[in-house]
């Protein structure tokens, strides 16, 4: 079926429905790399036939199959590098010394486009190696994406020799990773801090608590302007006022407005509440008690009480 400009139209409207990505017509060679192959599988005639059924109550399955194939997944353990630098370096330990004055050691961390879970592993291994005594934090990563596939293989935890390797030092790959059949397993130290759940960003957040540390990277770039900025700044309303937001290289939330002020670390920006652009009670002073039952076979750790460590002038393995 020869599609015309208003199809391919009706086409890329609904997936930036279903799913934000928004596509012009650039990109109709996508219809034929990805949404042929769904319409064969689907045993359907074309694609304008395949999104008809997707809205119908009864299209679950080809919505999910949609999603799947619209996705990119490209993500590697510390992509970019200097993200973690910042975090590692700057974000990551006046955090923890606010904590520590404050007897507070709960530490809540979101990775809001996780993909296979390298973003939320390399997050885990940064917390790793600057808090010696985890035992005594609870500490929380949830790790989101719209991609049930993706999920499926970060909850196993096991990646590949070539995706273990692709930028992660060799001190790193001993010290979190040990071998199995096709590859290496992360070690339960990071992965019992990992909580996976199914997530579309464009759906209303109920959370039960607030997020000390948001990674939301290299994805709100294939979103409209509009939907971007109300992304970010519905995450700006679960941060605390000391809260930090990472976004991609490529990234800023300049058009956001004064709400985020930028900070700059080891050639990386991230972004905290601007307390004086924002109206009264949209920050949170602190997070909340966490209400939500432990995932299978992944224990809660118990805060016990905090020591008066400095983790902003400790140095760092």
Avoid at 87 to 106: G, H, I, Y
Avoid at 156 to 174: F, N
Wanted: proline share 8%; hydrophobic share 40%; glycine share 4%.
């Amino acid at each position: 079926m020869q599609l015309t400009p208003t199809n391919v139209e009706f086409i890329f409207d609904y997936i930036e429905d279903l799913c934000g990505i928004a596509l012009d017509d650039t990109k109709g060679y996508l219809i034929e790399a990805r949404l042929s192959p769904l319409v064969k599988q689907h045993a359907l005639k074309s694609p304008m036939e395949l999104i008809e059924k997707a809205k119908q109550p009864s299209g679950e399955a080809i919505r999910k199959s949609l999603v799947e194939a619209m996705t990119t997944r490209e993500t590697f353990f510390f992509r970019d590098n200097s993200p973690f630098e910042a975090l590692q370096f700057k974000a990551l330990p006046e955090l923890l010394d606010v904590k520590v004055k404050a007897n507070n050691r709960k530490l809540r961390v979101w990775s809001a486009a996780a993909s296979t879970g390298q973003e939320a592993c390399s997050i885990g291994m940064v917390i790793c190696e600057m808090i010696p005594d985890m035992h005594k934090w609870d500490i929380q990563i949830l790790a989101t994406d719209i991609s049930e596939d993706a999920l499926a293989k970060a909850r196993t935890g096991i990646y590949t020799k070539m995706e273990v390797e692709r930028g992660l030092p060799k001190q790193y790959v001993s010290k979190y990773f040990s071998p199995v059949s096709g590859g290496y397993k992360i070690t339960d130290s990071i992965h019992r801090l990992i909580r996976f759940q199914q997530l579309n960003l464009l759906a209303p957040f109920q959370f039960p608590n607030l997020f000390d540390i948001i990674f939301c990277r290299n994805v709100a770039i294939y979103f409209e302007k509009k939907v971007k900025i109300d992304l970010f700044r519905r995450m700006l309303k679960l941060m605390p006022q000391n809260g930090t937001l990472f976004v991609g290289a490529s990234e800023s939330l300049f058009d956001c407005g004064p709400e985020f002020r930028p900070m700059q670390h080891c050639k990386s920006t991230f972004y905290q509440p601007n307390l004086l652009a924002l109206p009264p009670g949209t920050i949170h002073t602190a997070s909340p008690t966490i209400t939500r039952p432990p995932s299978p076979g992944v224990p809660l750790q118990t805060p016990l009480k905090a020591s008066a460590t400095s983790f902003s002038s400790r140095p760092v393995k």
